[in-house]
């Protein structure tokens, strides 16, 4: 058993090489922005006063800082709309070589902001750092899944959750005063995530593109070969061989999947479903907007001003174990089971966190359990929302449909993040504790969706899971009527 582990060893190391140039660079930036705020909002007044001889007014520093802050999700929206084009024009490895490029660039842009006295070089900074996370995340997950055999598939994805959560650890521990978040460090602080880039540009030169990619959609069945064989190390691969063969068959002569076919086809629209609602809007479970919120609670429970920091480092550190934790259960007891209870009992703490907010000054012990609550929903979410909602998307779709799939999670998830990051504050001014019924709302409506509806994908291959969800998508339809019909995968 020992051996039959060890044998993978190298689809492990591209696991960690994909990593750390992919969704750890989502990570680092969703935390690494907090540290520096004050230094940022400084450096804006000072080049405002040295342009136009005035400061900036509190009301326009505030928005430069908000836009700041919510321009990654938009440019992690564009990049999440070419990674249905440019993985499928290039291939999976290019896309990813290209992206560290932009990467770069990006820390470039910050590392000279302050030489240059212009914020505009952060604020496009920002961007291109989103569009190097929307474009690793979408395609980092898509390389593993057609890398993985199917026994490992949940696991091997699942690391694209592990490592965010590894990046925002990091991003609050880099950020410390101690460390990097200073005033004279900050540029180098923000230009951090070069080096992960640089990292992933060199390793990657040293892999393969992936098998399905090479077997599927450029018909090179010998490099396909060549690929599993030095990723898995070894010989038997019929089976996996066959499964691409059957997958290519049905393929053939069909015109490109795009964006608005699978909007619009019915042979996929369970699949989009499930895609959609629990899996891209994970970010109305409100896990990120916990994070914004659990500084106030600190605050209620009396935790001094400068030890929220270290707090919020355990915050993410809980969230990286428990995720870690999730990857040895989620080919165990699948998918469905983790993500489904695990929104439920997410629904179930936040309503309990809502009502102790709401007491939180009839006893002077409440506020830490509001403390714990916190603790609890990032725990529940670790171990089943989070990590899941990274595995699951790859079981979804075949080869051609994939990548217009992920264009669609992309652009779903990072405009929820945007509307969190920008309307967040208002709607805690507007209903105080309230506000997490709103996420409450959502994560029951998930719960129900996956318990009900959506099949378990663990342990079977693609052409298999396509037809659990032909069930759902005609399951008004004779079997045979659905075999003639539908049009499984497309070549592009």
Known sequence: MESRKLQHWRLYLLSLVLGIGGSFQYGIQVSVIASPAVHIQSFVNQTWLLRYGSPVDDSTNQLIWSFMVAVLS???WAGAIHSGSLPVTYGRKKALLFNNVVAVVAALLMLFSRMAQSFEMILLGRFLYGYNVGLGLSVHLMYLGECSPKKLRGVMTLTGSIFVGFGKVMGQIIGIKELMGTEDMWPYLLAISGIPAILQFVALLFFPETPRYLYIDKGDSEGSKKALQWLWQEDNLKLELDDMQKERDSTLGEKAKTVRDVLSSR????????LVIPCAGVQLCGINALYFYAFDIF??????????HYLSIGLGATELITVTLCSFLIDRAGRKKLMGYGYLLMGVTMCALTVTLSIKHLNSWLPYVNIGLIFCVICIYGLGPSGVSMALP????????RPSAYVISGTVNWLCMFLVAMLFGYIVNGLGQFCFLI???YTFLSAAFLITFVPETKGKTMIEITEDFNKLNFKNRAVELERTDVDLATTF
Do not use: N
Request: overall charge negative; some cysteine; glycine content about 6%.
């Open 439 to 441: 996420f409450v709302a």
């Open 299 to 308: 605050r209620e429970s009396g935790v001094p001003e400068d030890q929220m």
């Open 394 to 401: 790859a079981d979804l779709f075949l080869q051609a449909w």
């Open 74 to 76: 938009l440019g992690a």
């Open 267 to 274: 042979c996929v629209r369970w699949q989009l479903l499930t």
